[in-house]
Nanobody, 121 residues
């Protein structure tokens, strides 16, 4: 079983930065694509970014140029560097261990507990 633990959330002013971490247990981590999703109150969970096992990345249009996803397989950790934060980035951020095939990210069964990001205006 894979366990995912997110950390790094908090309260930040608009224009500020945060770095989220997703630490994974389990030997399959290096073979998984890992994604970050977020869910704001009253809204559906949405894909923010994902990174494949080979290091290719993909971003939602709303975060392109501001967020960077990276992974350290030696530490079983994926990061989400968030710069130029906006109030609309406020949400609970979750990581997911899934698969990537033929241009599409497929959700896996494992989610972390989430970390709250709040951006004040």
């Amino acid at each position: 079983q894979v366990q995912l633990v997110e950390s790094g959330g908090g309260l930040v002013q608009a224009g500020g930065s945060l770095r989220l971490s997703c630490a994974a247990s389990g030997s399959i981590f290096s073979r998984n694509a890992i994604s970050w999703y977020r869910q704001a109150p009253g809204k559906q969970r949405e894909l923010v970014a994902f990174i494949t096992s080979g290091g290719s990345t993909n971003y939602a249009d709303s975060v392109k140029g501001r967020f960077t996803i990276s992974r350290d397989n030696a530490k079983n950790t994926v990061y989400l560097q968030m710069n130029s934060l906006k109030p609309e980035d406020t949400a609970v951020y979750y990581c997911n261990a899934g698969t990537y095939y033929s241009g599409t990210y497929y959700l896996g069964a494992y989610w972390g507990q989430g970390t709250q990001v709040t951006v004040s205006s």
